[in-house]
C-alpha cells in the first residue's frame, strides 16, 4: 500500500471511531438533560456496552495501526470523563 492509501485508510478509521464516539456522546447528553431516571439499569447498561465495543474498535485500530494510541485514548477519556458528569449529576438529583 502506498503512504497516500495508508493515510486515508487511518483518516478514515480515525473518522469511524469518532462518529461512534459522538452516537455515545449523545446518548450521554440526552441523559443529562432528561434526567428523570437518574439510576437507569437499561440505560446504564446500554452505555456500557457501547464504551466496551468502541475501546475494542479502539484496540483493534490500534494494533492494525490505523489509528495512533493517544488519539484511541482520548477519545475513551472524553467519553469516561463525560460519563463522569453524567453520573455526578444523577447522584445531585
Not at 478509521?13 to 438533560?33: C, F, P, R, W
Not at 492494525?64 to 449529576?89: F, N, P, Q, T
Amino acid at each position: 500500500m502506498t503512504t497516500n492509501a495508508v493515510t486515508s485508510q487511518s483518516e478514515k478509521a480515525y473518522a469511524l471511531l469518532q462518529a461512534d464516539a459522538e452516537k455515545i456522546q449523545k446518548l450521554i447528553e440526552v441523559q443529562l438533560e432528561n434526567l428523570t431516571m437518574p439510576q437507569c439499569p437499561l440505560y446504564e447498561e446500554v452505555l456500557d456496552t457501547r464504551m466496551f465495543g468502541l475501546s475494542r474498535e479502539i484496540d483493534f485500530a490500534i494494533r492494525l495501526e490505523l489509528v495512533e494510541e493517544e488519539k484511541g485514548k482520548m477519545i475513551l477519556s472524553e467519553l469516561e470523563r463525560k460519563l463522569a458528569l453524567l453520573h455526578e449529576a444523577s447522584m445531585r438529583k
